[in-house]
């Protein structure tokens, strides 16, 4: 299968760094929901000839590392049995971790060597897969394929519709004209409200890591697609930096360089996308909730209704600390960005978090994404966060008879504050509530409580091995700098492609 010269590193889903929280829970902290058994951690690096080095492997059943199962270890001692989870499932995570393990060595893909091929990855991965793990596999480089990643992928709300472009992305006319066909423009397009944008600004300039004693690379990429009218989803352009110039320049369709382009988009979704809406907003975040529900009274209505979607938080989180974000963790061994970067990005994350982007109706509406066809994260999230909405609203109404109620609740007001001051750093810009003084703000904040810590967190979590196992689709790394750039260093923007030899002159990359 030809494949382009590249360079990942893929990884399971990172979890949790110190997040700031009352005094009293840090003992307990560990953010975040219990994730699916079916967790991966991926191998080694690609280098810009296609070869990649082997530093762990992928399961389909279980989260392993070079370092050992993840999940076989018995509850945390600080933590209460009723917020641990139980022994069978301990003993089942451990057994799937335990059988990957001796599938990994049985494999030999712990020598630290180099894949030859992209062959010798499938090869690797023979044994239990799924549909789409297999699907991927067979389409990973066509660009239907690339964009319907965003609507029903792993990070299914990135997604803006663009109205008009942004100053740093000069995409020109006759740069799409060949994608978009006779008959239209770029400027009809936009007009039309078919033109989406893909912004990865919060990946620029973050701080990287090293691998095997070599540096690692990530970009911060911005991607134009256009809904065509056959209702496909397809990249248009791609610029791999934030500053646009004669060291960056605008890719488009045809050509390896066109493959290479969007293998640096896959490289930086997987960062941004296990960073912020996974680890931060799934994890992190739930655990700002569990901390301030566990301190509301047990009869609280509140601490009731929460108590079921936040139990396992601070389990999964202490275990995501030990294992995936502990200095030398398999965030250090598997990811471009690293732990010094990945904290770096969920600083960035929370500072950039807005309360409407975590409530489905307001993100659909901001994203400008209510009519995109074939949306199917979309549907499913409209229809389950009315379902949890209409009954969180039967609750409220049975604990609350009016909006002083609300207001007059101590309790609540406290509850709601301690979320305010230490899940979202009392940012006021964010839009977060820090009070709440009527019945259907609390039903809303409710909502999107459950709906982060469930629906969404399954959304961003549970197809990671479907859409990752096949690492060329999902690089956890890159080990050569983004084509069109000049020098080296270990930040993301630095560096050139010594593989690919000068660049043409002109400000777009064709080919």
């Known amino acids: 299968m030809t494949s382009p010269p590249a360079s990942p590193t893929m990884t399971s889903p990172p979890a949790s760094p110190t997040m700031t929280s009352p005094p009293e829970a840090l003992s307990m902290t560990s953010p975040g929901q219990m994730t699916s058994p079916g967790q991966t951690t991926s191998p080694g690096a690609v280098t810009s000839e296609g070869s990649t080095t082997s530093q762990g492997a992928v399961t389909s059943e279980g989260s392993t590392t070079s370092q050992g199962p993840v999940t076989s270890r018995g509850p945390p001692p600080q933590l209460s049995p009723t917020l641990s989870f139980p022994l069978a499932h301990r003993a089942q995570l451990a057994a799937r971790a335990g059988a ?60 803006r519709r663009c109205p008009r472009l942004p100053p740093k992305f000069p995409v020109t006319p006759p740069m799409v004209a060949p994608s978009l066909g006779p008959g239209t423009s770029l400027q009809r397009e936009m007009e039309a409200g078919r033109l989406f944008l893909a912004d990865y600004s919060l990946l ?73 809406p996974h680890l931060l907003h799934g994890h992190f975040l739930a655990e700002a909730f569990a901390v301030a529900t566990q301190r509301l009274p047990a009869a609280h209505p509140v601490h009731q209704l929460l108590l079921p979607h936040l139990r396992f938080t601070f389990h999964i989180n202490i275990l995501a600390r030990e294992t995936l974000l502990n200095p030398g963790g398999i965030i250090d061994q598997a990811t ?15 500072a950039a978090l807005t309360y409407r982007e975590l409530c489905v109706p307001d993100d659909v509406e901001e994203r400008g994404v209510g009519d995109i066809p074939g949306y199917h994260y979309r549907d499913d999230a409209m229809d389950i966060w009315g379902a949890i ?32 001051t230490y899940g979202v750093l009392g940012n006021r810009s964010s839009g977060f509530p820090s009070q709440l003084c009527s019945c259907p703000d609390l039903v809303k ?42 020098g080296r260093g270990h930040r993301g923007a630095a560096g050139g492609h010594p593989a690919r030899g000068p660049r043409p002159p002109g400000p777009c990359w064709p080919c």
């Open 204 to 276: 620029e300039g973050l701080p990287t890591g090293h691998i095997g004693g070599r540096p690692q690379f990530v970009a911060a990429p911005l991607c134009l697609l256009w809904l065509s009218p056959r209702g496909h989803l397809l990249p248009v352009a791609i610029q791999l930096s934030q500053q646009p110039g004669p060291g960056s320049p605008i890719f488009v369709p045809g050509g390896r360089a066109w493959a290479l382009a969007k293998l640096w988009v896959r490289g930086s979704h997987f960062v941004l996308h296990e960073m912020v």
């Open 389 to 420: 909405e209409s009954f969180v609203q039967g609750v409220v109404s049975l604990f609350y008879g009016g909006d002083a109620e609300v207001a007059e609740d101590e309790e609540l007001q406290e509850w709601v504050g301690e979320i305010f």
């Open 100 to 159: 990957a393990q001796i599938r990994i060595r049985l494999r030999g893909l712990r020598s630290g060597l180099s894949w030859r091929s992209f062959g010798d990855i499938r090869a690797a991965l023979a044994g239990p897969g799924t549909p789409i793990s297999e699907y991927v596999v067979q389409h990973w480089q066509e660009d239907a394929f690339f964009g319907e990643q965003f609507l029903s992928g792993v990070n299914p709300v990135l997604l």
């Open 336 to 350: 471009s960005v690293g732990r010094e970067g990945t904290l770096a990005l969920v600083a960035r994350g929370t």
């Open 445 to 486: 904040f409710l909502t999107m409580i459950i709906f982060c810590c469930s629906a969404r967190h399954a959304a961003v979590n549970s197809g990671q091995y479907d859409y990752a196992a096949w690492m060329p689709n999902t690089p956890g790394s890159m080990q050569r700098p983004p084509p069109g750039h000049r």
